[in-house]
């Protein structure tokens, strides 16, 4: 049986979903513009060598393929998630020259053949999430993966979240993280 807290992420989910539905693909773009411009511009991401970013599904995330191609003529290498069974997730790094792998969700990820990027090497993550609260917390979208990739995780933790979707407060339980700094087209909020 579900507990509440997971009910209630569930609903808040339903709820986010819904309303990026209803912001029109200029309004995702304007907002993506802003979002990047923010997040290129901080001295933590000019600082770091390694960025551990994530390919953002469009209508769901913000659409950062444009992002990742600019950290690299930034001459940072960038590392992407790769899920594994059990649950577990690893990071690989991204190759232009290399296709990315389709999998499930409108997921793209590298393949095997992409070297790995060991955590300790990560100088910062780019979490992704539903949404974020005010408090730095994130409503991920249900697998656990970052949860249990971000355990331990000594870098710099960065959130992404448009202002249409901010939320005071999201449902936590004890293994949710959150991120050291959350950024939205207005606002950057530090924790």
Known sequence: ???TIELEKKELRRRVREQLSLLSPEALRRSDDALFSRFLALPQVEAARTVFAFWGISGKEPET????RNLIVRGKAVGLPRMLPGRRMEVRRYDP???LVPVSFGIFEPGENCPLMERERVDLAL???VCYDRRGYRLGFGGGYYDRWLEGFSGMKIG???EAVLQDRVPVEAHDSRVDLLLTE???LSF
């Open 186 to 188: 207005e606002e950057s």
């Open 65 to 68: 393929a444009r992002l990742i």
């Open 127 to 129: 979490v992704p999430a």
């Open 1 to 3: 049986m579900a507990s």
């Open 97 to 99: 020259d290399k296709p």
């Open 160 to 162: 992404l979240c448009r």
